[in-house]
């Protein structure tokens, strides 16, 4: 996908962009789970990415959160989402997660999901801010080691949902 107004472009990541999807993330340390160059190369193909200037200034990723039996309420998480700080404000960070977003609908899922410091930036994209307390999944998943709150209860972090009709 290329965005001609904003000269960037939006692709699925390949295994080349590894090592610049770990510096980006890692650039975010208060708003982002840190992810271990292992854990992004095994789920590269779930990262999608922007470039410009050939450089890697944003990207998004998403995961399956787990189901007990046949999936009855398929969820996926939207994770890992960051736009370099020299780019921001241009249109990437919408554009990443609307990517994502159309990946992820080609599985299927009851909801996408996100948790996040920036419920408006996802309610401007027809997510609608729902109750943690519906997300124990996630809960599980994300926040079992977290060491910056002592409950996801206590983290001033936001859940948000987009439904998907079937
Ligand atoms: C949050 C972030 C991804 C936004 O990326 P971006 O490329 O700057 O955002 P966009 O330019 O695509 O903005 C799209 C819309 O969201 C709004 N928006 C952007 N950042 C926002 C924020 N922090 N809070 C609320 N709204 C925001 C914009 O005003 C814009 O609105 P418009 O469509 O009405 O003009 C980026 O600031 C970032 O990487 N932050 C640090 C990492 C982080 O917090 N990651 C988790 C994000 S939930």
Redesign the pocket.
């Known amino acids: 996908m290329t965005n001609k107004d904003n000269n960037f472009i939006v692709r699925s990541a390949g295994f080349e962009d590894a090592e610049a999807i770990f510096e980006l993330i890692k650039s975010?340390p208060e708003?982002?789970i840190a992810r271990p160059m292992s854990d992004i190369v095994e789920n590269i193909d779930r990262f999608v990415i922007c470039i410009t200037d050939s450089k890697v200034v944003?990207t998004v990723s998403w995961q399956i959160l787990p189901e007990i039996g046949a999936p009855k309420q398929p969820s996926v998480e939207i994770k890992s989402?960051?736009?370099h700080k020299d780019?921001?404000?241009?249109?990437?960070?919408?554009?990443l997660v609307n990517a994502a977003i159309d990946h992820i609908k080609t599985l299927h899922p009851a909801q996408i999901i996100?948790l996040?410091?920036?419920p408006?930036?996802?309610t401007?994209l027809g997510f609608e801010v729902i109750p943690k307390e519906t997300l124990i999944h996630k809960i599980y998943m994300g926040c079992k080691n977290c060491s910056k709150y002592d409950s996801p209860f206590t983290c001033p972090e936001v859940a948000v949902a987009m439904k998907i009709q079937k």
């Open positions: 975010y708003e982002l944003g989402l960051a736009v780019h921001q404000s241009s249109g990437i960070g919408k554009t996100a996040t410091f920036h408006e930036f996802y401007k």
